[in-house]
DNA sequence: CTTGTGTCCTGTAGGC
DNA sequence: TGCCTACAGGACACAA
């Protein structure tokens, strides 16, 4: 499932295959994953002709950038994959096709049906897409910050985990690198949030910026389910250097205790009972 | 406001 | 072998 890691990988390889090029045209395989505008005809209308001057990411959402203040966002959600590939290729599970004015395509695979592609104006997000403006800062720039993390954190008995995955809070943060972050930072992740130590919350703010710059280093995390891929088909690494995420039955690798599969927040969550408290 | 649960969606894994 | 059900989860709707 793509998270901040995933996305950021995605975007940094989409980059020089679309600055500059023009969207030629459009196909909407199936019409339940545009999100905005409502109709599948305007999207194609709105898209079609446009040239992208910028690939951005915000928390799991990319954005391509068009000309005259356009944005085409996307949410790849659990099992979403964009790919670029040649003109006579359909991937299977394809839902939307653009054609660019290179004579490659970007296909916008979503085996699940879950994810979303939406056509705004730049700051003008719809009602589906007001997750864009309560997001919280990004964990990995400078406004991510200890001072930041406990003022979300104080009062709340929701366990910390749940947090985590809170958006408005983490923004990119997903189930995969929330039970990493909570990992290196030794902390249980059914700990009611209002409980942990100032030392606690630092170490999560540090270890979950640390596990994401990790993540995208490794161009992201290829599990069997999901089979998150970068554009150009090729997998990510990180799924190699994961702790105790599908490890249960496993040894911890830092203290020797077998890692555990419990639910938390109604996420599968992994842990190790021996060095997270 | 906070917290927990149900819903969407479909490929896959497991049971018999 | 093949059918059937349960399960996975990000974001949102909704209830208490």
């Known amino acids: 499932m793509p998270e901040l890691p995933e996305v950021e990988t995605i975007r940094r390889c989409l980059e020089p295959l679309l600055v500059g090029r023009r969207v030629v045209g459009v196909r909407v395989r199936r019409p339940d994953v545009v999100g905005h505008p409502t109709s599948a005809r305007s999207f194609r ?36 994959h964009l790919a670029v590939v ?32 939406y056509l705004v104006e730049r700051g003008r997000y719809p009602r589906a897409l007001r997750g864009m403006v309560s997001m919280g800062p990004e964990p990995i720039a400078p406004g991510f910050n200890v001072r930041w993390l406990a003022s979300q954190l104080r009062g709340r008995r929701a366990p910390v985990k749940a947090l985590l995955l ?12 929330a039970d990493e972050a909570l990992h290196r930072a030794g902390v249980k992740p059914a700990r009611p949030a209002h409980g942990l130590k100032p030392a606690e919350v630092s170490r999560l703010a540090d270890k979950l910026r640390e596990v994401l710059r990790d993540g995208i280093r490794w161009c992201g995390t290829t599990l069997g389910d999901g089979r998150y891929l970068r554009p150009d088909g090729r997998a990510g690494s990180f799924q190699h250097r994961l702790a105790v995420v599908g490890r249960a039955g496993d040894g911890c690798r830092r203290c020797g205790g077998i890692v555990r599969r419990t639910r938390v927040a109604g996420r599968g969550t992994y842990y190790c009972p021996g060095c997270q408290k």
Do not use: M
């Not at 939307?96 to 979303?116: Q, T």
């Not at 809070?169 to 995969?176: D, P, T, Y």
């Open 166 to 177: 809170d958006q408005r809070v983490c923004c990119g943060v997903g189930n995969i690198y």
């Open 45 to 80: 209308r709105g898209v079609r002709g446009r040239t992208v001057h910028a690939v951005g990411r915000r928390g799991k959402y990319l954005v391509l950038e068009f000309d005259g203040g356009r944005e085409l966002v996307t949410h790849l959600r659990l099992s979403g």
């Open 86 to 117: 040649e003109r006579r290729s359909v991937p299977r599970h394809e839902r939307i096709r653009y054609v660019l004015s290179d004579g490659k395509v970007l296909s916008f695979i979503e085996p699940r049906a879950l994810g979303r592609a």
